[in-house]
């Protein structure tokens, strides 16, 4: 009897000690396999933190290069209004030289004369304070035709045909139909270095003098 409770005793202690192997074996495994996964989660979010560290800077990136390109047009803008208003008060000191810009209305009443042909003027109009000078411009070049006031037309004349249309040749009116070209021309100037732009179509032959 003594002898099968021994052996039971054995048989009970191998089992148990199999099961014990088996559990550590699992448990090893399952921890293993744990820490792989905790590993892996790890990694994840690592990439993760790092996609969204390098689109932060691609996004901050992206608006400091807006924020630049916005603050160099406003001065680009800022550039050319000083130019281009440098330029109107220019234009508007002309009539103080009064030989010199005698000889501006001149070249600016012929172009205008031989836009409409002289046969067909019907009337010319400037400032008032060209009236004079016009009249004796406009009988230098033979044309026969009155000579009227328009108070909003200033550096230059506008002629009328006996057909109803009409040609305005004003150094103000030259200046606003060349903005745009003239602007493109300055900033290729003011901005060579960041923007090369197309250089401007060369100014036509001026007429010449009657």
């Known amino acids: 009897m003594s002898d099968l409770s021994a052996l039971l005793d054995r048989e009970a202690s191998a089992e148990i000690a199999s099961i014990l ?4 074996e699992r448990a090893s495994a399952e921890m293993a396999a744990a820490q792989t996964e905790a590993e892996q989660l790890l990694a994840k ?3 993760a933190a790092e996609a969204q560290r390098d689109a932060a800077l691609v996004r901050a ?8 390109s916005a603050l160099k047009l406003q001065a680009q803008h800022a550039a050319l209004e000083q130019v281009f208003e440098h330029a ?6 002309l009539p103080g ?7 501006v209305l001149q070249r600016l009443l012929v172009e205008a004369l031989d836009d409409i042909g002289r046969d067909d003027v019907a009337v010319i109009e400037t400032a008032p304070a060209d009236v004079a000078t016009v009249t004796a411009l406009a009988k230098a070049a033979k044309v026969e035709a009155p000579v009227e006031v328009d108070e909003h037309l200033a550096l230059g004349v506008r002629v009328r045909s006996k057909r109803h249309s009409s040609v305005e040749n004003s150094l103000t009116a030259r200046l606003s139909a060349l903005e745009g070209e003239l602007a ?17 179509v060369p100014p036509a032959e001026p007429a010449e003098d009657v």
């Open 21 to 24: 192997a088996e559990a550590r």
């Open 97 to 103: 030289d009064a030989k010199a810009f005698k000889g």
């Open 184 to 200: 493109a021309e300055v900033s290729r100037l003011l901005f060579a270095a960041d923007d090369p732009v197309p250089a401007a």
């Open 45 to 47: 979010r690592r990439r």
């Open 61 to 68: 990136r992206s608006a400091a290069q807006l924020e630049a």
């Open 88 to 93: 109107r008060e220019r234009l508007a000191g």
